[in-house]
């Protein structure tokens, strides 16, 4: 698996011509030796060096949420898979990378999305994905367009090593108290 600051995770990788080519089917074949080697639950070709519009996926029955339209998802493969935001809620919940192992952080996503996609054997695909099948979705496509989760993250405060963050919340440590805002510092002349 490619780790952050290869520069193949930042680029914009391109549209496959031909679904069905024997080269993609080599292809996902890879990613899947390599996604289950690691463990995870998603991969994009660029994590494996290769810069073209494919993804796998899958969500396991102990990650779904509880939306209705969420579930276990065997692991599939999508070739210049798209998607659309439908409504405007969002979550946010922490996400870990192949890509940057042993790292987690919180990250807003969209919780229903439309995907449209082709398979490696050529059927259509268009459809409507939830929870934490939107999340994996989105995380994947993102790496297709160069982008890392850390680039989706607003607050650092929750970013961190996964035994540390899992420690922490153990101890269930306050909150920090927010910088004092200009109201709240005493003036002082110059």
Request: aromatic share 4%; net charge negative.
């Amino acid at each position: 698996i490619v780790r952050a600051g290869d520069p193949v995770l930042r680029r914009v990788a391109a549209p496959v011509t031909d679904p069905t080519a024997p080269d993609i089917a080599e292809l996902v074949r890879d990613m899947e030796a390599s996604l289950a080697e690691a463990g995870g639950i998603g991969l994009a070709a660029p994590q494996i060096g290769v810069s073209e519009r494919v993804i796998l996926i899958s969500v396991p029955a102990t990650r779904m949420t509880d939306d209705p339209e969420d579930g276990p998802l065997a692991l599939t493969a999508l070739v210049n898979p798209a998607l659309t935001p439908i409504g405007d809620d969002r979550a946010v919940a922490a996400e870990g990378c192949l890509s940057i192992p042993g790292l987690r952080g919180e990250v807003e996503r969209w919780i229903r999305v439309r995907l449209t996609a082709v398979t490696p054997e050529g059927w259509a695909v268009d459809t409507v994905m939830a929870g934490m099948r939107a999340r994996v979705l989105q995380h994947e496509v993102d790496h297709l367009d160069g982008i890392l989760y850390l680039d989706r993250m607003t607050d650092f405060t929750r970013f961190g090593y996964v035994e540390e963050l899992i420690e922490a919340d153990m101890r269930e440590v306050p909150p920090r108290p927010s910088p004092a805002t200009q109201e709240d510092v005493p003036h002082q002349e110059a």
